[in-house]
Every structure is written in C-alpha cells, then in structure tokens.
C-alpha cells in the first residue's frame, strides 16, 4: 500500500518527523543512503543548551525552545516505549574563558540570556574546583579569565536516542528502508508523482527531504537553490575509569562532554572539505590537546575512538523547513547546522502541523526552502 507520506534521509529530523505524524496516525515510510541514523545526527555530542519558549521572538530562538521543552517528554516516552535510555540528563553546562577575547564573547552571551530569561552565572574560580574537583587543577592554573554555569544545559547520547527513535518507528508502523538511495524526482506537473531509488521506484501522497548535507543536490533536481553545504566536525573520545567530571565543558566552539560511562567526547571542528568524513592526525592532536589542558587527568587515558560527521551548514545559519516552492506535495527540512538533533523534536512538531494542514505554531517565513 502507497504511504501517507515518504520521508528521504533517516537522521535524527527525518526519524523525529516519522515518529511524530506516525504518531498522529499518518503512514510512513522513511528511506537512507545508508544506514538509519549513522550520518550526522550519530557523530554529534548531543549537547542540548537550555532555551524559554516564554521569551522567545525570532522564530529560530522559538523552535530551540519548543525542542527543549519536548526533548526531556521524548526522552521519557520512548524509554518507557521502547526500554532504552537515550542518555538524556539536565547535567548543567560550564563555559570557560582563558583570553581576552573569550570574555568579552562570554560577557555578551550571558548577557543575551539574561534578557531571555535563562540562568547563567559567573562562577569563582575557587567556587569551580568545589563543584567541578576534576577542575581543579585547571581553577589552580591561572590561565582561566572567566567562568559561567548555564544549569539549563542538557545531553544525551545520539547513538541511543537514534535507536529508540527507530523502534519506536517501527512499533508506529513506520517502514525504514536502508542502504536505499534516492537518484531521480518524477515530477508530473506541480507535484512529486515518485521517485526512483537505488531498490526501484516509489510513491507517496506527499514527501519531505530530510537528507542533511545531501539535501542540497535533491532540491537542486527541483530547481531549487539552497546554501545547505556539508560541514566537516572531527571528534576525539577517551575512556576513562569513571567520569572525570559532570558538566558540559565549553571553550569557544569547542567542547568536552563527559558521559556516565566514563567516555570523554572532544568536539569539534568546522571545515569546508566536502563530503571527506576522515580524520586528520593535526586536528585529533589538537583536539587531545585541549582536553588535556582543560583536564589533566585526562593525560593518562586511552584514546578509544575518533570520527567526523558531515553538519548540513546553511549560508545564513537558518534550516530549511516548509513547502518546496512549486511543488504542491512535497517539503524540506534540513540546514540545522550543529543543532540537528538538538532542534529535532520541535522541527517533527511543526513540521508535522504544516503537512497536515494545521496552522504551524512557528512562523516559517526565516527557514523558507526558496530563499536560496
């Protein structure tokens, strides 16, 4: 039987938006490249920085806030749905400044979310070493000019949310084809008619483009223009014997999450390479580097993994989320940049209420599929 609704790319947006109108009683079938949940959305470090839908303007502060509100209800529903725990926890996070211009960047941060409303304080470096002792060494050091504690911010671990979201698909009715590439859009008149994949051709009575990075080269067999270009992100993880400290561990774009396993993710990096997902021995150097500065313990433990994730950048910072212009059957949503699965949940709801027919309780107007 032909679906309601044929999603391409089973990342974290494509298989929130399958698990929220599967929910709604649409029928789903979500096709991938390759396997589900193994491009981006796997590689990130499923940092989730605090919002507040209650002051929230811009339609893209909006969107974070209604995903940070879903995120702990999702979190919940599909442990108890499918018994896996997506390693969601409201840890708190630590921002850290060591020069100058560190702190002036951190003085304005704070400043921006305390006019939205969102807790962030200044911590004393003696104060650091109480709350954080595997910090303490750092808090000694002299080198920090700064901290703030932004108790709002979260994580989870992507590998397991993505799994949850895939049974919980599945438990929904929800067909996932892997390995399942889509080469060609049919189009008769102003509407998706199939469209032919790597396993033959398929239907729907509508479609969304939800394929990250790639989702550049699909809209452009529509004759549409986007500024969605691959990002590459190295990460580094070390194995440690118990986890060496609690919080997110931010520093400019990069970052250190420690996970209750004792596993230590260093993230990230931001290079135009095109779609090369390999490591280089310079930046996994620097990466290590870092953490060992920010925490030296660190020094004594194994490095057990490192891999790189292709972000779908956009030109403005915006996602693309909406109708395809001139197609009446078919919609778009990727571009989110490092916030994929972070805004995931919100972007499935609204989504969700625009294919239907609903009226969107977020304005589209900034992430239209059209605006280039």
Not at 321 to 338: K, Q, S, Y
Request: glycine residues 12%; proline residues 6%; charged residues 20%.
């Amino acid at each position: 039987m032909m679906p309601d609704c044929l999603i391409v790319g089973g990342g974290a947006v494509g298989l929130a938006l399958a698990y929220e109108l599967s929910g709604r009683g649409v029928t789903v079938e979500v096709i991938d490249r390759g396997d589900m949940g193994r491009e981006a959305s796997w590689a990130g470090a499923g940092i989730l920085p605090p919002a507040n839908r209650a002051t929230a303007v811009h339609p893209l502060d909006q969107l974070r806030a209604l995903s940070h509100e879903l995120h702990p209800k999702w979190a919940a529903e599909l442990r108890e749905r499918t018994g896996i725990d997506t390693g969601y926890r409201q840890c708190g996070g630590l921002y850290l400044a060591r020069s100058a211009g560190e702190v002036a960047s951190l003085v304005a941060f704070a400043e921006m979310l305390r006019e939205l409303d969102i807790a962030i304080d200044r911590v004393p470096n003696d104060v650091l070493s109480n709350i954080e002792p595997g910090l303490k060494e750092l808090a000694a050091s002299g080198t920090l000019r700064a901290v703030y504690e932004l108790p709002g911010e979260a994580q989870l671990r992507n590998p397991d949310h993505l799994r949850a979201l895939v049974v919980a698909c599945e438990q929904n009715g929800v067909s996932l084809r892997c390995q399942t590439e889509l080469l060609e859009i049919e189009l008769a008149g102003d509407q998706v008619a199939a469209v032919r994949t790597s396993h033959g051709r398929l239907q729907a009575d509508r479609y969304c483009l939800a394929s990250g990075a790639w989702t550049y080269a699909l809209l452009k067999q529509l004759d549409i223009a986007t500024g969605i270009m691959p990002i590459r992100g190295q990460m580094v993880m070390f194995k440690c014997d118990e986890p060496p400290f609690r919080r997110v561990l931010n520093e400019g774009p990069r970052y250190l999450v420690s996970r209750d396993d004792g596993r230590v993710l260093v993230g990230s990096t931001e290079e135009e390479v095109g779609f090369n997902k390999s490591n280089t021995p310079e930046t996994v150097s620097e990466l290590a580097g870092l953490a060992h500065q920010l925490v030296p313990a660190l020094e004594g433990a194994q490095i057990e993994r490192t891999w790189a994730g292709l972000r779908p950048g956009s030109f403005d910072g915006f996602p693309y989320l909406g109708a395809i212009p001139g197609v009446d059957n078919a919609f778009a949503a990727a571009g989110h940049f490092r916030s994929g699965l972070h805004m995931s949940p919100g972007t499935a709801v609204v989504m969700t209420q625009l294919m239907l027919g609903e009226s969107p309780e977020i304005d589209f107007t900034p992430f239209r599929v059209g605006r280039g």
